[in-house]
């Protein structure tokens, strides 16, 4: 356990590598940019500039990776002006006339708790918050918190003073509170640590003419900021055919004792680090008992079965009573039903597996930090890609085990398959997102990119991979098969192939399930995840958890003369998918607040897809690990 610790604390004292900070100097420009609106309750993201805010005269776009395009990141430029430690208060941003048209949008917006995100120096804004808890000798403690994002409005309600209940008011001032470190010492300059944003609505009266930037307010001056309580600013419930809508912000530097590499921590401590110590204790019990389970089978068992087994005797009655797994030693690598499909799957799995492996590997060293937009998902999906030379070599390793020989019409399934479906539902998906007009649809060109990373590189690596798997000898059961299938007994109900594979998938997802909590509410609540540590150790966890009960529930079968272990297997540890998407439907019914069909539809149609990965990756490391496990019990007994 201590070794643990030690692993999860240099994984999160670690920073991205490659990043160097940014020195800035007294007066020097920095850049607020603008990012996608986002709401929990719709998961469709919009461009900033869908909602008619204060446009610069040209609006660019910066260069954004592929996985920022699939996240539907829009990342442009802004008109708010900020210099280095200059402060500023109640200055216009702009003034803009809305139609009812114009405020419609923005109200449906808010009642759908629509979030902007802003971008200052590669940082995310931030909302802090604070929550009552109660310490160890019944204190009442405040904890701070934050949150991404901002709110672009609120529903009026008796609890805000000054707001009419129904009613929407938008948030059309901000307090940049932008957080400063300084170190003669170390560099010269000021480095941005940490960039927070407090939201506020008010309706803005001018003093005299407007005079553009130049105008005076009643409601804010240099000397009487922007506090909470003033009169709001309505988009809804308006009289008039058009309203006055005055922008304006602050700009606040705050000197700051965080170091520019640890400047990430505010939003990565989001989560209570006991809870993953939890459920990594929860699951090493599992693990442990499992073991135990497996350590008495072969320890004592299977020690004894091969001293009886190869035992030389003479008895022929003895023989003839002989029982257990070794009585199907001709019929228990005897190929099973369907053996291309299985062999694809497995293939599939061995691809899932190296991706998600690799993956792991990259984020607990740092390299996929949130600091790096866009790069766990261009992680992922090249790492896909690449991976598909061990799902053709292992997948045809298995394919001419069970003497098949017509390995490019499988191989061409193997890479097709799973991206087939997954690209199949995404397009569908894709096209009903872009029908709300939403930047989290893929454009036309990013679809295209996909194709050709899946026909130009995915399906060559595939068939390179099976073409060197074909090229050497296949490989040769311990045990051939018998001539003819031997009759397999008549199975109790608690053995029965339904009930086994369900209670096999129970616990390696009760191995997993809390870290999946966590990275669904990073997925469907817009929160961060970066516990890879805690991560890793669970995947390992997970893998053991599947291996361990696989081959256990093997062995049983065996133990009862039924050898048709090959599906079983898969199917044992691929069944914690069954319980992953029920714990989806779980998540959606009681974390989720969606409020359109086209969400539900993401919602259930992503989960789908992620479970489906679940099954093919927990299927193949029980399958895999059965196989040698079987390979050897039999090539460690004498047989006739």
Not at 131 to 146: D, P
Not at 196 to 206: L, N, Y
Not at 244 to 251: A, L, M, S
Request: net charge negative; glycine share 6%; hydrophobic share 45%.
């Amino acid at each position: 356990m201590a070794l643990l610790a030690l692993l999860v604390s240099c994984v999160s004292g670690f920073y991205l590598p490659g990043v160097a900070p940014r020195d800035y100097l007294y007066g020097e420009s920095v850049e607020l940019k603008v990012n996608k609106l986002d709401s929990v309750h719709t998961q469709l993201p919009y461009d900033f500039y869908s909602l008619p805010f204060c446009t610069p005269p040209k609006i660019e776009e910066s260069s954004e990776n592929l996985g920022e395009v699939l996240s539907g990141d829009r990342i442009e430029n802004s008109m708010y002006k900020i210099s280095v430690k200059v402060i500023e208060s109640c200055k216009i941003l702009c003034r803009k006339i809305y139609t009812k048209e114009d405020l419609k949008h923005f109200e449906e917006k808010i009642k759908e708790e629509y979030r902007i995100n802003w971008i200052v120096d590669n940082l995310p804004a931030a909302t802090r918050f604070y929550t009552q808890e109660f310490g160890a000798e019944g204190e009442i403690e405040y904890s701070t918190h934050y949150e991404k994002g901002f709110a672009l409005g609120f529903m009026g309600s008796e609890n805000i003073p000054g707001s009419v209940t129904g009613i929407a008011y938008v948030n059309n001032h901000v307090r940049l509170n932008l957080y400063y470190h300084e170190d003669s010492a170390s560099f010269n300059g000021f480095r941005i640590v940490s960039f927070e944003v407090e939201p506020f609505s008010v309706k803005h009266e001018v003093d005299g003419n407007w005079k553009e930037h130049h105008t005076k307010l009643l409601t804010c001056t240099p000397l009487r900021k922007v506090a909470a309580g003033m009169v709001p600013q309505p988009v809804s419930g308006i009289s008039s055919e058009k309203e006055e809508v005055i922008w304006t912000y602050d700009v606040q530097w705050v000197k700051s004792d965080v170091k520019w590499a640890s400047r990430w921590d505010l939003y990565l401590k989001m989560t209570d680090s006991q809870i993953h110590w939890f459920s990594i204790i929860n699951s090493t019990a599992i693990v442990l008992f499992l073991s135990a389970m497996l350590a008495m089978i072969m320890m004592r068992t299977l020690h004894r079965d091969f001293r009886r087994y190869n035992e030389i005797e003479d008895d022929e009655e003895a023989k003839r009573e002989e029982t257990g797994w070794k009585l199907v030693h001709g019929d228990v690598f005897r190929a099973p039903q369907y053996p291309t499909l299985l062999c694809v799957l497995v293939g599939t799995g061995y691809q899932l597996l190296g991706m998600a492996l690799t993956t792991l590997i990259f984020a607990v060293l740092g390299f996929l930090s949130p600091a790096n937009r866009g790069a766990l998902m261009l992680a992922l999906l090249l790492l896909f890609v690449f991976m598909g030379v061990f799902a053709g070599y292992g997948g045809t390793r298995l394919y001419r085990f069970f003497k098949l020989t017509d390995w490019i019409k499988f191989t061409f399934w193997t890479a097709v398959s799973f991206p087939g479906v997954c690209f199949s539902i995404f397009f569908v998906l894709n096209m009903f997102v872009w029908g709300e007009k939403s930047t989290g649809a893929v454009p036309f060109g990013t679809l295209v990119a996909l194709l050709v990373l899946w026909f130009g590189i995915s399906v060559p690596l595939v068939y390179l991979g099976s073409y060197f798997a074909f090229k050497r000898d296949p490989p040769q059961p311990v045990k051939p098969p018998s001539l003819i299938p031997r009759h397999i007994p008549e199975q109790a109900w608690y053995l029965s192939s339904l009930l086994s594979i369900l209670i096999g998938g129970i616990l390696p997802f009760g191995a997993c399930f809390v870290e999946i909590f966590f990275i669904m509410s990073s997925v469907w609540l817009h929160q961060f995840y970066y516990m890879f540590g805690f991560l890793f150790i669970v995947f390992i966890i997970l893998f053991i958890t599947c291996a361990e009960i696989t081959i256990v529930m093997c062995y049983f079968q065996l133990c009862h003369e039924d050898y048709h272990w090959w599906w079983r297997a898969f199917l044992t540890a691929g069944s914690s998918a069954i319980y992953l998407f029920l714990y989806s439907i779980m998540y959606f019914c009681t974390k989720m607040e969606i409020v359109k069909t086209v969400s539900t539809m993401l919602f259930f149609g992503y989960m789908f897809l992620i479970s489906l990965g679940f099954f093919l990756m927990t299927g193949t490391i029980g399958f895999v690990s059965t196989f040698y496990f079987v390979e050897t019990i039999y090539g460690s007994i004498k047989t006739d």
